[in-house]
């Protein structure tokens, strides 16, 4: 892998990632369940707290955390997702040609993407969040903002990423 491999698939996450979270927070403006995934990795990643009275976890009674160590993780994971695409896991997803005149590359992004949204609903969401089962905990169709947006993730990472030989 040298360097030039690498930074497109950092770029292709960067990229990917802005619209995953644009579209989060953007949802409510066309009716479906606005999440804000920088927030919620901000309380559970540093809402931990030494000080006494206050529960371990991010619970209610945690101190508000601050916004941007969450987006800055939600960034590293989005990278690394594209790296992992972009180095690994596209030679398994069977597109080879255009599905309904879109680049096959664009669909095996998307495919890749409604992987790493199933993944997160069926064990991340439930388990380490505690928010429902494709998060049912935040709106009963939150699960279609996710979709939606971890979709548009994987769309731009199949679009910018390369993909190695």
Same mark, same amino acid.
């Given at each position: 892998m040298d360097i030039e491999f690498f930074a497109m698939?950092? +770029?292709? $996450? *960067?990229?990917?990632?802005?619209a995953l979270l644009s *579209?989060?927070?953007?949802?409510?403006?066309?009716g479906m369940p606005r999440l804000d995934f920088s927030r919620a990795m901000a309380n559970c990643t540093f809402a931990r707290t030494f000080d006494k009275g206050v529960?371990? $976890?991010a619970g209610v009674e945690a101190p508000n955390t601050p916004y941007w160590p $969450?987006?800055?993780v939600i960034m590293?994971? $989005?990278? +690394?997702f594209a790296l992992l695409y972009s180095s690994w896991t596209h030679q398994y997803i069977p597109v080879d040609s255009a599905v309904f005149g879109i680049a096959p590359n664009i669909v095996k992004g998307a495919i890749w993407g409604v992987v790493l949204w199933f993944?997160?609903?069926v064990f991340y969401v439930p388990f380490y969040l505690r928010e429902g089962f494709m998060l049912t905990g935040i709106h009963p169709w939150a699960w279609l903002t996710s979709l939606k947006v971890h979709g548009a993730y994987g769309m731009m990472v199949g679009w910018i990423a390369p993909v190695a030989a």
């Open positions: 698939s950092a +770029f292709a $996450g *960067l990229m990917g990632t802005y *579209l989060a927070n953007w949802a409510d403006s066309i529960a371990p $976890g $969450g987006m800055a590293v994971n $989005g990278i +690394f993944v997160s609903g």
